[in-house]
């Protein structure tokens, strides 16, 4: 297990669509473990393959410290897709590849999902509140979206103001 390079806003990859998975092998999960330990060790709630440079359909999200009505623990999505969505949700967002600034977000309140686990086994899981939004948000990711795309236009000129002056250095 490693821990990787978080991408930051600006790389390329982050803007790319992810591949679907079509072998969950020895290589995807190293990948996972790669990205558990990655994810723990920014103290993410998330975080998508492309985060870390691998454009694969995968991400991963432990929201157990925050949201009781969860499974506890880490969950793994392999090639997942909202099947239903419901209502709304307007709270603060932020990011690990945009450390450092939050804005608030409009989401749906509730969405069912439907992904492979670890051993590529299907499941559906209903989902609101802290652990729906964090679905939408990673699936975002897998998509080339970033949470900043759901601002409006003034808050994106906003926000890209404050990125020129708070990005982290390269070094």
């Not at 709304?88 to 749906?108: D, H, N, Q």
């Amino acid at each position: 297990m490693a821990v990787r390079k978080i991408l930051v806003y600006g790389n390329p990859l982050l803007r790319e669509r992810a591949e679907e998975i079509s072998e969950i092998d020895g290589e995807i999960q190293t990948l996972i473990e790669d990205m558990a330990e990655t994810m723990y060790a920014a103290k993410g709630l998330g975080l998508a393959a492309n985060q870390v440079g691998v454009l694969k359909r995968l991400f991963l999200m432990d929201l157990s410290q925050r949201e009781e009505k969860l499974p506890q623990g880490l969950l793994v999505f392999i090639n997942p897709e909202i099947l239903e969505a419901e209502g709304e949700l307007y709270e603060e967002e932020g990011c690990l590849s945009i450390p450092g600034y939050a804005a608030k977000v409009r989401r749906y309140a509730r969405v069912l999902v439907r992904a492979l686990d670890r051993e590529g086994n299907p499941f559906e899981m209903e989902l609101s509140g802290l652990a729906a939004r964090a679905v939408q948000h990673e699936l975002d990711h897998l998509n080339g979206v970033l949470y900043v795309d759901h601002l409006s236009p003034l808050k994106q000129k906003l926000f890209k103001r404050w990125w020129k002056k708070h990005r982290p250095r390269e070094g």
